[in-house]
């Protein structure tokens, strides 16, 4: 069990028939064939998935361990994003009665991955920021061109924020092409720092293929940024790996879009996968928003990103999602202060006033974080 991983899945059934349903599910993500027709010696001890516990969670709900070999999610670099979570989950997605639930990885097994770089303490480091709270923002609606953006860009950061990252719509459409609009934000964001004395950062989003990735990285480079937003499960787990792996030097905002398109328990997927594959602050909807994530889901979000795991430095949480300045004090007497709080529309809505609505935002969240 030692070179296994021990992967918990919650599975719908009746008591009589889930040690079957068990034994099923651990071939089902092993092998995928009858055991009987496998004569290999070392494939059945090595290699098939073994059932490690059976749960009995009520209401029809067992949570059932199966231990998978790690061997079956390296790759010649060590571990492999996409082939782990085709280990974990690739066939058994399909079966509408299973949940990815958790992980236990043994020692050593996340030193295969990136990992993050940077993480909270990296990320207030960069932002200068102590132990507040830190603060977020986003550049909306998409359809606008690169000085529209530009210049909403240097209001947020001439209103004092951390960290403005741009819509996960934006990406290199014509309207505003990544090579013209990721130069003219950083400008501004650059100008209108120096003019305030906080070093705010702009994330451009991220998009396309690998290549199309790598591109986008040496823009972002050249335009003097350090931080990039991306979103792990539209450009593809293998390709979020690999571009984080590449650069080191950037911090990574991980954005959840399709997120509800598999049954991953959202702690997982945020708190230990996206963490594993290299992003250092991992955006998630928020309780009481735009989604419909309860404050418990959000909680184990949080917990899971910031708890120690596999020698992993702590991810930063980034509840969003139809967030307004009026729950600063809530959000931040749920999560605390190792949290960046992102607020997009609400604040867009001031209009003219954006430059003071930004301000009093971040001067709210600096008072909040000292009680």
Request: charged residues 20%; glycine residues 10%; proline residues 6%.
């Amino acid at each position: 069990m030692d070179q296994r991983v021990l992967v918990t899945y919650r599975v719908r059934g009746e008591a009589a028939t889930i040690a079957e349903r068990a034994a099923a599910l651990a071939v089902e993500q092993s092998v995928e064939m009858p055991l009987a027709a496998i004569s290999e010696r070392s494939v059945l001890e090595e290699i098939v998935g073994e059932v490690a516990t059976i749960v009995d969670r009520g209401e029809g709900v067992f949570e059932v361990g199966i231990a998978l070999a790690v061997a079956t999610m390296l790759g010649r670099r060590g571990g492999e994003a996409g082939q782990m979570l085709n280990m974990l989950f690739g066939n058994s997605s399909i079966h509408e009665d299973v949940t990815l639930w958790d992980i236990a990885v043994p020692a050593g097994f996340a030193a295969g991955f990136a990992g993050p770089r940077h993480g909270i303490a990296g990320l207030r480091r960069r932002l200068g920021v102590g132990s507040r709270a830190l603060t977020c923002a986003a550049l909306k609606p998409q359809g606008l061109g690169p000085a529209a953006l530009a210049a909403l860009a240097s209001r947020f950061a001439r209103g004092g924020i951390d960290m403005i990252k741009d819509d996960h719509g934006i990406a290199d459409q014509p309207y505003a092409p990544f090579a013209e609009r990721v130069p003219a934000c950083a400008a501004a964001v650059g100008a209108a720092a120096a003019q305030t004395g906080h070093p705010t950062r702009y994330a451009p989003n991220l998009s396309g293929s690998l290549d199309d990735l790598r591109r986008q990285i040496e823009v972002a480079r050249k335009a003097g940024l350090d931080t990039v937003l991306i979103a792990p499960l539209v450009v593809g787990l293998p390709a979020f790996q690999m571009i984080t792996r590449e650069n080191p030097d950037f911090a990574f905002l991980a954005h959840p879009a399709l997120a509800g398109a598999a049954r991953i328990a959202p702690a997982l997927l945020y708190g230990k996968l996206f963490r594993l594959f290299g992003a250092d602050a991992v955006i998630y909807p928020n309780h009481g928003g735009r989604f419909g994530y309860t404050p418990e889901t959000c909680r184990a979000i949080a917990e899971t990103a910031r708890a120690p795991w596999a020698d992993l430095v702590p991810a930063l949480p980034v509840p969003a999602g139809g967030m307004t300045p009026a729950r600063v004090p809530e959000m931040l007497a749920f999560y605390g202060r190792d949290t960046m709080l992102l607020i997009g529309g609400a604040l867009l809505a001031a209009g003219p006033a954006l430059v003071a609505e930004t301000g009093a935002f971040v001067r709210q969240v600096a008072e909040s974080s000292d009680v």
